[in-house]
Antibody, heavy 122, light 107 residues
Framework: EVQLVQSGAEVKKPGESLKISCKAS????????IGWVRQMPGKGLEWMGI????????RYSPSFQGQVTISADKSISTAYLQWSSLKASDTAMYYC???????????????WGKGTTVTVSS | DIQMTQSPSSVSASVGDRVTITCRAS??????LVWYQQKPGKPPKLLIY???SLPSGVPSRFSGTRSGTDFTLTISSLQPEDSATYYC?????????FGQGTRLEIK
């Protein structure tokens, strides 16, 4: 069974750094695209970016470029999303997602993690 | 970015009803359109890809069609477990963008 298991909820203060994780299993992690989708409280879905762990090719939405960093560790089949300086507006649910393509992205998500809640408050 | 506009924003229907949700793209996206279903407190679930293809395990009462830049999700006979928010998403170009969602309530 293909699974994406995300790290637990986080509560942080503005200005702090954060790295959340997503461990993949049940498929070839290296040869699939993995990424992140944001959902702010009571709002819709926003695609943030994806990475191909095989060669670290990373594509970001212009809205999130420079705001977050997507990375991966192939040795442990884990993807990461990190912030260097959190803002209150980063408060949201973050979903780890898989793009089903093994070559160029298909730009949609066939597998979703359960989500990681990030709360940023002073 | 390609804008995706869903309608209606919410709908209420009875078990057994036929329900239609529409999504319009701001420019041509061919058939690169997907639909997701999200229940409260859960992650979205892929419902339809390539405008009309159902992933394994999705009930056949769900269907999708395309007419130009207009796309439709139809539930042929509404079931209680279909209560959810439905999102369309264009998969044509970077960045992928979503519609604002349609909340489906069972009467």
């Amino acid at each position: 069974e293909v699974q994406l298991v995300q790290s637990g909820a986080e509560v942080k203060k503005p200005g702090e750094s954060l790295k959340i994780s997503c461990k993949a299993s049940g498929y070839n992690f290296t040869n699939s695209w993995i990424g992140w989708v944001r959902q702010m409280p009571g709002k819709g879905l926003e695609w943030m970016g994806i990475m191909y762990p095989g060669d670290s090719d990373t594509r970001y939405s212009p809205s999130f470029q420079g705001q977050v960093t997507i990375s991966a560790d192939k040795s442990i089949s884990t993807a990461y999303l990190q912030w260097s300086s959190l803002k209150a507006s980063d408060t949201a649910m973050y979903y780890c997602v898989r793009d089903p393509s093994v070559t160029t992205p298909y730009w949609y998500m066939d597998v979703w993690g359960k989500g990681t809640t990030v709360t940023v408050s002073s | 970015d390609i804008q995706m506009t869903q309608s209606p924003s919410s709908v209420s229907a009875s078990v057994g009803d036929r329900v239609t949700i529409t999504c319009r793209a701001s420019q041509g996206i061919s058939s690169w359109l997907v639909w997701y279903q999200q229940k409260p407190g859960k992650p979205p679930k892929l419902l339809i890809y390539a405008a009309s293809s159902l992933p394994s395990g999705v009930p056949s009462r769900f269907s999708g069609t395309r007419s130009g830049t207009d796309f439709t999700l139809t539930i042929s006979s509404l079931q209680p477990e279909d209560s959810a928010t439905y999102y369309c998403q264009q998969a044509h170009s970077l960045p992928p963008t979503f519609g604002q969602g349609t909340r489906l309530e069972i009467k």
